[in-house]
C-alpha cells in the first residue's frame, strides 16, 4: 500500500512538471482553450513599436490592459466561431483585404527598417529649420498703434485732432472699430511688416519712431491711422534644442521617406 501512494505521489509530481511549462506558454485558459503567450508577446511587440516611432514610452499600465484585450479577444473570437462567422462570404472578402493590409504594412515597415532616418539627416533637417526662421539681414520690427475707421474723412479728423495734441490711446479707445487692438489703445505689438496688409505695411515702413501717418492709410479693412512707437533689429524666435525635437523630426523625415518610396513604386509600376 506505501509503494501505491508513494507510485502515485511520484506519478502525480511528474505530470505537475510535465504542465508546468504548458501553463507558462499561456497567459489564461479560456472555456478550455488555452490562450497562448505568444498572442501577448506579439501585441506587445507591436505597441513598442509605435511607442518608438512616436518617441513616447509604453506607460507601465499597459501590460495588464494588453493581457486583458487578449483575453477578451479570445472570448470573442470564441463566439464567432461557435456562430459560423468564418464560413460567410462577407467574412472571406474582408479577410482578403485584411491580408493585403498586413502585407503592405510589414512591406512599409521593413522599409523603414532598412531606410531610417539617421541622426546627421534629423540634424540638417533642424539646421534648415532653424534658418527659415532666422530673419533676414537688416529686418526691423515695428510697436505700432493704429486706429480704424471705416470713413477717410473720420481717419482725417483724427489725424487733425491728434496734430493739436489728442491723446492716440484715448481716440483709439472709443473710436477704432478693431476690436483686438482698439481697447488697449490701439496697441499692435511688436511685429514684422510682412504679417500687415501689403498697404499697411509700405506706410509702417516710411515711418521713423514717434512718427504718425499725416494722411489715412486705406486698406481692405477700412482707414487706418498710424504711429510707431519703437523699431528694432528683428530677432528670430526662439526655437526648442535639437535633441528635444530630434523624435519629432525623425518621424516626419521617416513619413516623407516613406511617401517617396511609394511614389517612385507607382511610377514603376505599369497600369493598364
Do not use: C
Not at 31 to 45: C, D, I, M, W, Y
Not at 151 to 164: G, W, Y
Not at 181 to 190: E, K
Amino acid at each position: 500500500m506505501k509503494k501505491q501512494i508513494l507510485a502515485a505521489t511520484a506519478a502525480a509530481f511528474v505530470m505537475g512538471a510535465l504542465a508546468l511549462p504548458a501553463v507558462a506558454q499561456n497567459i489564461a485558459i479560456v472555456n478550455g482553450k488555452p490562450v497562448p503567450k505568444t498572442r501577448l508577446v506579439a501585441l506587445e511587440e507591436q505597441v513598442a513599436e509605435q511607442a518608438a516611432r512616436t518617441g513616447r514610452p509604453v506607460p507601465p499600465e499597459m501590460a495588464g490592459q494588453m493581457r486583458e484585450q487578449v483575453i477578451a479577444m479570445e472570448i470573442f473570437m470564441q463566439e464567432a466561431q461557435k456562430q459560423g462567422i468564418e464560413g460567410s462570404e462577407n467574412f472571406r472578402k474582408k479577410m482578403e483585404m485584411a491580408r493585403q493590409s498586413v502585407m503592405i504594412n510589414e512591406l512599409f515597415n521593413q522599409y523603414q527598417e532598412k531606410n531610417p532616418v539617421s541622426d546627421a539627416e534629423a540634424k540638417a533637417e533642424y539646421d534648415r529649420i532653424v534658418g527659415a526662421q532666422a530673419p533676414a539681414a537688416g529686418a526691423k520690427e515695428y510697436k505700432a498703434r493704429h486706429i480704424l475707421v471705416e470713413k477717410e474723412d473720420q481717419a482725417k479728423a483724427i489725424i487733425a485732432q491728434l496734430k493739436k495734441g489728442g491723446n492716440f490711446d484715448d481716440i483709439a479707445k472709443k473710436q477704432s472699430k478693431d476690436p483686438g487692438s482698439g481697447a488697449n489703445g490701439g496697441d499692435l505689438g511688436w511685429a514684422n511688416p510682412a504679417g500687415y496688409v501689403p498697404e499697411f505695411s509700405d506706410a509702417l515702413k516710411k515711418l521713423n519712431k514717434g512718427q504718425t501717418t499725416d494722411a489715412p492709410v486705406k486698406s481692405q479693412f477700412g482707414y487706418h491711422v498710424i504711429r510707431v512707437d519703437d523699431i528694432r533689429e528683428a530677432k528670430a524666435p526662439e526655437l526648442p534644442k535639437f535633441d528635444d525635437v530630434k523624435p519629432q523630426i525623425a518621424q516626419q523625415m521617416q513619413q516623407q521617406k516613406l511617401m517617396k518610396y511609394q511614389e517612385e513604386l507607382r511610377a514603376k509600376a505599369k497600369v493598364e
